[in-house]
């Protein structure tokens, strides 16, 4: 579930559970954590099938895992 | 041709292309203006290049007594071929250059008698990925055509003192060789260092600005391998009043040697470049920092805890290894970051907020 933010914009959550931050289209944290978390952003916390089928209802993206290649290995012996 | 000393020394300079000599050990040419060889040269002998023109050799040559360049510039091939060969080179006083017409792992093995320049000509990349690279403790500078690089692949000899990489793009590969290592390394404004795979970079290098070619910085990982990591254990400084750019993609990049200098740092390409200040070694550069893509990932030690930052364009969130306390301020670069940040996590702090200085780049918890 998402939790909704308090009057300063700022979402909390404390407990061990799959806890996944998003901003706009960008994923900033995506684990499963005893850790809190604090933030500006969207907080969404539940197991790791509802935090997935969260990032996949709204496309999220999580830029580290993007590429450039050319599909060409210039690096191998000719 | 008759090679023939005697007729030689009568030939006056300004109307021959070369003059050649000839002994049992070495094949002398002395070149005056451009000169092209293509027919194969072979037998048990060298070749000496002499001259302040350039000897273009674009034949599969079989020569078997090395190649020594004493002045003006060797270059193999003429850009409509692959194979030209020259074997063992011994800059002494000359340089070398490499055009050929498509991707090559072309003839490396070579000594630096003298401080000397290595061209690469055409747009393609190429590869000295045969033989040994004796640096002798000379300069080397490096002019690369294009947007590819010359990648320096050899097995390492002895170490170059100072590498200048003047134009465009150069290379080493971790899986291979990395015969620059241990020589200080200067990129010049627009020029690129880039690696491939995960080599250990313990060169101290210099960064004069720019985003190098295809914009991608002036340290670049080429990889897409997410497992390729390149690490920089060296210096790297920032000259004053230049910005550079450091950047990857889908692969890592870390440094771990200390950032410095009065320059200003800009992180490029989407993947996560990774810096590290310890006590001991704090990054003390003191330009500006910019997030332009990706994600640029600030490992600090304050008191307690050690905070974790990962700056994006638009985000920032930092991760506790011990919880902070209220009044709490970390400061993560020397100058100002050029991004502000409207949004902010907080993990390992609970209960915490955080408001971002973009002026004097700190943190301070409430």
Redesign the interface.
């Known amino acids: 579930m998402t939790i909704q933010p308090n009057e ?1 914009g ?1 979402a ?1 959550d ?1 407990s061990t559970a799959w806890k996944l ?1 998003y ?2 289209s ?1 994923i ?2 995506f684990d499963e ?1 005893e ?7 969207v907080l969404f916390v539940g197991t790791k099938d509802e935090c997935d089928a969260e990032i996949a209802r709204l496309a999220l993206v999580d ?7 050319n599909g060409l290995d ?2 191998a ?2 | 041709m008759n090679l023939n000393d005697s007729s030689a020394a009568k030939v006056g300079a300004n109307i021959v292309s070369f003059i050649a000599s000839a002994t049992a050990a070495f094949r002398q040419f002395t070149i005056y203006s451009a000169t092209t060889f293509s027919t194969v040269i072979s037998g048990a002998f060298g070749i000496v290049k002499n001259g302040p023109g350039t000897l273009t050799l674009t034949a599969t040559n079989t020569y078997t007594g090395g190649t020594i360049v004493n002045a003006g510039t060797l270059q193999i091939g003429n850009g409509t071929n692959i194979t030209a060969s020259v074997g063992t080179v011994t800059l002494s006083g000359g340089n070398l250059a490499y055009n050929y017409s498509a ?3 072309s003839n490396g093995a070579i000594t630096l008698a003298r401080d000397a320049t290595i061209t690469k000509l055409g747009t393609l ?1 190429q ?1 000295l ?1 045969v033989g040994t690279l004796n640096g002798g403790g000379k300069t080397l500078n490096v002019n690369v055509a294009g947007t ?1 690089a010359l ?1 320096f692949n050899q097995t390492f000899g002895t170490a170059l003192g100072l590498v200048n990489i003047l134009t465009g793009a150069v290379g080493v ?1 971790g ?1 291979r060789g990395i015969p620059l290592r241990d020589a200080v390394i200067t990129v010049a404004t627009g020029a690129q260092f880039r690696t ?2 995960s080599p250990t970079i313990n060169n101290a290098i210099t960064l004069n600005g720019g985003a190098g070619p295809n914009a991608t910085g002036a340290l670049w990982n080429e990889s ?1 391998v ?1 497992a390729h990591t390149p690490i920089y254990t060296g210096t790297i400084t920032l000259a004053t009043g230049t910005n550079s750019s450091v950047g990857n ?2 692969s890592g990049f870390t440094i771990t040697g200390k950032i410095t200098g009065a320059g200003s740092f800009t992180k490029v390409g ?3 470049l990774s810096t590290f200040s310890t006590l001991t070694v704090a990054n003390d550069y003191t330009g500006s920092t910019t997030i332009s893509a ?2 640029l990932r600030v490992l600090k030690p304050f008191a307690a805890t050690t905070p974790t930052a ?1 700056f ?1 364009a ?2 920032l ?1 930092v ?1 506790f290894s011990v ?1 902070p306390t209220a009044g709490m301020t970390f400061r993560f670069f020397q100058g100002t970051t050029t991004n502000t940040y ?13 408001t971002y200085n973009s002026a004097n780049s700190t943190l301070t918890i409430a």
């Open positions: 300063q700022w909390f404390e931050v901003d706009g960008t900033i944290f954590t850790k809190s978390i604090s933030t500006q952003s830029v580290s895992a993007q590429g450039n290649d210039l690096h012996d000719a | 991707f090559v792992n990349q590869n990925q590819t990648y590969d899986a491939y795979t897409v997410a993609s889908t989407t993947g996560i990706g994600t990962s994006t638009t985000t969130s991760s919880a409207a949004s902010v996590t907080l993990v390992g702090a609970p209960g915490r907020t955080g």
